[in-house]
């Protein structure tokens, strides 16, 4: 059991030192001026990615369920956090304490919508829990499409109709203009936080899987029945898994929202699409494989934008790379030749340490 334990957080530290280790290897690249502004530009896009993918394989990988909302709980961070930035933009001048606050509200806002909604959606199974949540996620994206906020000396006023029906003053300000979204947003996110937001993320996740709860969600993905029978709350820990990942999704859209102020951050850009996009991350990089998640974001993320100037044979060469993927990802004989290279690895290690052992008594 000790050396089960051991080997699990040796690899656990091992993912986390390849975080560490991509960002001092683009920190190497951007000194050296090797780092074009392109490349720049995809950097914090990396780093949200990663995590709402790592997120959603805590529901998908760990817990067994297939969610296709995703995407609605990043909306609900990104505009959350962003609102509270605009309306404190002038009260608090710290941008790193401000930024900071924004991530908590972010993340608590996501995390009691993951739960509100988890209430009613958890109880199905299956393709219907995929579609319930699908329309969740779409219902999040078009309520905030319709939602109107601006702000004057009377206070916030709301309306559902249009920006002249929130009878602003002169000197007032609208904040969330529906359809057009949330323009102005300080511009908070760097690669470092982003960095550091992903191991945090790392941190919360991979000690939930290897906790009392975590065993206790992993219980139930495996069998419902036998879990139910030994006495443990479905509903509970279903709703746990669900509320962190929500959570950790919106802490991910806090980045998507504060990247690039002079972009708008618009409900259509957390559709249906973003979905089934970080999806593919968690299917490709592994069920259940958390390192396995961010290694396919990171991937996928860059590589449309490294094949652009290939033109026409871009997008073909990007559905070859998936198809790829996926069979050296799930086919069995690849898992076989993946297994024999490791063992071979691992044996000729062994035979040289045996080798070199037996020198030293022999010298001894």
Request: aromatic fraction near 10%.
């Amino acid at each position: 059991m000790l050396k089960r334990i051991t080997k699990q957080t040796k690899k656990d530290l091992t993912t986390c030192l390849m975080v560490a280790l991509f960002y001092v290897f683009i920190m190497i690249l951007d000194k050296t001026g090797i780092l074009t502004n392109h490349l720049k530009g995809l950097l914090v896009p990396l780093c949200y990615y990663a995590i709402a993918a790592v997120s959603l394989n805590l529901v998908v990988g760990i817990l067994g369920d297939l969610s296709l909302g995703h995407a609605g709980f990043m909306c609900v961070g990104a505009f959350t956090s962003a609102f509270f930035s605009k309306l404190t933009v002038n009260v608090i001048t710290v941008g790193w304490i401000r930024f900071t606050l924004a991530i908590l509200v972010g993340f608590i806002c996501a995390g009691i919508i993951g739960f509100l909604i988890g209430m009613p959606v958890l109880r199905l199974k299956g393709d219907y829990l995929a579609i319930v949540t699908l329309a969740f996620g779409e219902i999040i994206k078009n309520v905030i499409n319709v939602l109107y906020i601006g702000k004057d000396s009377k206070g916030l006023h709301f309306s559902m109709k249009d920006a002249l029906a929130l009878n602003l003053e002169e000197n007032g300000e609208v904040i969330i203009n529906g359809a057009q979204g949330i323009t102005g947003t300080p511009k908070n996110s760097n690669f470092t936080i982003g960095v550091v937001l992903i191991l945090i993320t790392l941190f919360i996740v991979l000690n939930l899987i290897k906790s009392r709860d975590g065993r206790a969600v992993m219980a139930i993905r495996d069998n419902v029945i036998a879990a139910e029978s030994v006495g443990i709350n479905i509903t509970k820990y279903k709703l746990l898994a669900f509320s962190v990942s929500a959570a950790l999704a919106g802490v991910a859209g806090v980045l998507y929202s504060h990247n690039l102020s002079s972009l708008m951050a618009t409900p259509k850009n957390f559709g249906y699409n973003m979905s089934i996009m970080i999806l593919v991350f968690v299917v490709l990089g592994g069920i259940g494989n958390i390192r396995g998640s961010i290694i396919s974001a990171v991937l996928l993320t860059l590589l449309p934008e490294l094949l652009r100037g290939l033109s026409n044979f871009r997008m073909l060469i990007y559905a070859i790379v998936l198809i790829a993927m996926m069979l050296f990802s799930w086919s069995p004989k690849a898992k076989d030749f993946r297994e024999k290279v490791v063992s071979s690895i691992f044996f000729w290690r062994k035979k040289e340490n045996d080798m070199k052992g037996g020198i030293d008594n022999a010298g001894n």
